[in-house]
């Protein structure tokens, strides 16, 4: 059974800095994309950015580039999410995901990722 858990949401002031991470259990492959959503109240889930646990390569929203930076260690199945120069419009529930890289890459989408954690919510105060 996959399971994905998210740790690190907090609240933090406008140009702070959070780490997210998930921890990814069970997933039947070692090669997989794994991705970062968000989601604020009446809106829909956004991705945030992706990334293929192969060769690392990455794909970031452009609202994020050069603010956040996607990570997975191999060893530990642990994917993060640093989020620095954060803003008050970054403020949501962030969620990790994890599917297949059928496609041969990892297209920053809600439907690239059949697995899902239960968010871990982010407030940053302006």
């Known amino acids: 059974q996959v399971q994905l858990s998210e740790s690190g949401g907090g609240s933090v002031q406008a140009g702070g800095s959070l780490k997210l991470s998930c921890v990814v259990s069970?997933?039947?492959?070692?090669?997989?994309?794994a991705g970062w959503f968000r989601q604020t109240d009446g809106k829909e889930r956004e991705g945030v950015g992706s990334?293929?646990?192969?060769?690392?390569?990455?794909n970031y929203a452009d609202s994020v580039k050069g603010r956040f930076t996607i990570s997975h260690d191999k060893t530990k199945n642990i994917l993060s999410l640093q989020m620095d120069g954060l803003k008050p419009e970054d403020a949501a529930m962030y969620y990790c995901?994890?599917?297949?890289?059928?496609?041969?890459?990892?297209?920053?989408?809600?439907?690239?990722?059949?697995?899902w954690g239960r968010g871990t919510q982010v407030t940053v105060s302006s």
């Open positions: 995901a994890a599917g297949s890289f059928a496609l041969g890459y990892c297209p920053l989408r809600e439907s690239t990722f059949s697995y």
């Open positions: 069970g997933y039947p492959n070692s090669r997989y994309c």
């Open positions: 990334i293929y646990t192969n060769n690392g390569g990455v």
